[in-house]
């Protein structure tokens, strides 16, 4: 029987290029979507009787509470990938109120709590387990690892958070059969980093900001999905409890991203 592997959010980015990764390694994969049910039926069809889809809204509690697929499967591993970024959450909130505050609660909700409520639907399950599971979750440079000045603060507090879950997670089962791995990468090429960023900028600065970046290049998400494959084979144990910095550098040399400024080479 093929291990089963859950990825949150796993239509587009990271998650897509990681539900794809473990299809093709020969996995039972199950993905998590709110709104982009073509792209994930498209997977469904894609890998038949392979890779299976599911709606959820991980910032709706009740969606949670009554997913109980989280609970019919017996979950080699989890990848938490769903997430808001600064940009794409302004079309999941309301928009208009003078603090931005819904931004902040959607972002809060969605990229700390959905993570928490969703491990705490599976807990009693994955704890009956003698079997190993792997749990990934997935933070970003920014609050997981360092800080950026200006950027969304309640984004990077959300990712803080995540990574701290991790880190307690990991805390609570050093002497179970659960794995906990946190991953915070690093300027991703991703939708949501367009949304954020890239959009602004012209394909000659966009060019110039690549080149800035650490290692002259943005991070692609099949360069992630890759490290999360290698994070569900038996020898990742040795990595319980650590947060991964998968920024090139960029965490170590913040400056990189933040003072950048077009026409530098």
Not at 20 to 32: D, I, N, Q, R, S
Not at 33 to 51: D, F, I, N, P, T
Not at 162 to 172: G, N, P, R, S, T
Not at 175 to 197: H, K, L, N, Q, R
């Amino acid at each position: 029987m093929a291990k089963q592997v859950l990825v949150t959010g796993g239509t587009q980015g990271v998650g897509r290029e990681t539900v794809m990764m473990l299809a093709e390694k020969g996995y039972e994969v199950h993905l998590t979507y709110r709104k982009s049910a073509e792209q994930a039926q498209e997977l469904v069809r894609q890998y038949e009787g392979r890779v299976f889809a599911h709606r959820l809204d991980q910032g709706d509690l009740a969606q949670v509470e009554q997913a109980d697929f989280l609970v019919e499967h017996p979950w080699y591993g989890v990848i938490f990938n769903a997430g808001l970024g600064s940009a794409t959450v302004k079309s999941y909130a309301p928009q208009g109120d003078c603090l931005d505050a819904a931004n902040d609660v959607a972002l809060m909700t969605v990229n700390a709590l959905g993570p928490l409520w969703i491990y705490k639907k599976m807990k009693p399950m994955l704890e009956q387990k003698t079997e190993k599971t792997k749990l990934i979750f997935l933070s970003s440079v920014d609050g997981g690892v360092a800080a950026f000045p200006h950027f969304t603060l309640s984004d990077g507090m959300s990712k803080a958070a995540v990574a701290f879950l991790a880190k307690q997670l990991a805390a609570e089962n050093v002497y179970t059969p659960i794995d906990v791995f946190c991953v915070s990468p690093g300027s991703m090429e991703t939708g949501m980093f367009y949304a954020s960023t890239l959009q602004y900028m012209t394909p000659e600065v966009r060019e110039q900001f690549a080149r800035h970046q650490a290692k002259n290049r943005l991070i692609q998400p099949r360069d992630v999905a890759y490290w999360l494959c290698e994070l569900l084979k038996d020898e990742s144990t040795l990595l319980h409890g650590a947060n991964i910095d998968a920024s090139m550098g960029l965490g170590c040399r913040t400056g990189i991203q933040t003072e950048f400024q077009p026409g530098e080479a």
